[in-house]
């Protein structure tokens, strides 16, 4: 079965603090994309993995890709208010269709 | 600007009737897609397309239809038969060269059945 987990699926944490979202996937991939999406707003793309060991940073967020473990993993790094919003990672399991994970929603408290 | 367009913002139903969303592109995809959000879930894929007078079915296509006549275009139509269409809708598009798949999204249509 084609599957991607995310988790947590809910996190609450204080500005400042560091944390991990996970993602997991079931089947061979090279191509996993991480996106955000604001209250009542579509989704932006964040980064784009496309290969083994590949790392994007921008700003607060990193994300990383470990294909042999089939492993995303979107760290944040002290984090501000600004980053509360739910986040998704998506992998290309199957030709050009993407599986989703269920979302991540963070809440960043002041 | 190149990007995805749709329309409308809010679309009201009522109850028996079809309705359709738009679903521009100018970004050259050759692939768009369909997605269904409720509220604090996840995305589910309703149909995609990839290539002009083809698509398929989704996890959750009853009560949908589509059609692919332009590589630009992708509408979407919500018939009478889905009979719980209150949802924000989202049209996607993306490449289908083996560099990336990465998905490209326009603003949504949310839809509420009156």
């Known amino acids: 079965e084609l599957k991607v987990e995310q988790n947590p699926l809910f996190l609450s944490m204080q500005e400042g603090k560091n944390y991990t979202i996970y993602c997991n996937y079931s089947?061979?991939?090279?191509?996993l994309y991480w996106y955000r999406q604001d209250p009542g707003k579509s989704l932006e793309s964040l980064f784009v993995l496309l290969s083994n060991g590949a790392v994007k940073q921008e700003g607060r967020l990193m994300a990383s890709l470990d294909t042999k473990a089939r492993l995303s993993t979107l760290h944040i790094t002290a984090a501000v208010h600004d980053l509360s919003a739910t986040y998704f990672c998506?992998?290309?399991?199957?030709?050009?269709?993407?599986?989703w994970g269920a979302g991540t929603k963070l809440i960043i408290k002041p | 600007d190149g990007g995805i367009t749709q329309s409308p913002k809010y679309l009201f139903r009522k109850e028996g009737q079809n309705v359709t969303l738009s679903c521009e592109q100018n970004?050259?995809?050759?692939?768009m897609y369909w997605y269904r959000q409720d509220p604090g879930q996840g995305l589910r894929l309703i149909y995609y397309?990839?290539?002009?007078?083809?698509?398929q079915k989704g996890d959750i296509a009853e009560g949908y239809s589509v059609s692919r006549e332009k590589k630009e275009s992708f509408p979407l139509t919500v018939t009478s038969a889905q009979k719980n269409p209150t949802a924000f809708y989202l049209c996607?598009?993306?490449?289908?060269?083996?560099?990336?798949?990465?998905?490209?999204f326009g603003q949504g249509t949310r839809l509420t059945v009156v």
């Open positions: 970004l050259n995809h050759d692939a």
């Open positions: 998506a992998v290309d399991m199957k030709r050009y269709q993407l599986i």
């Open positions: 089947t061979t991939s090279d191509r």
């Open positions: 996607a598009s993306s490449s289908t060269t083996r560099s990336s798949t990465e998905a490209f």
């Open positions: 397309s990839q290539i002009v007078n083809d698509f």
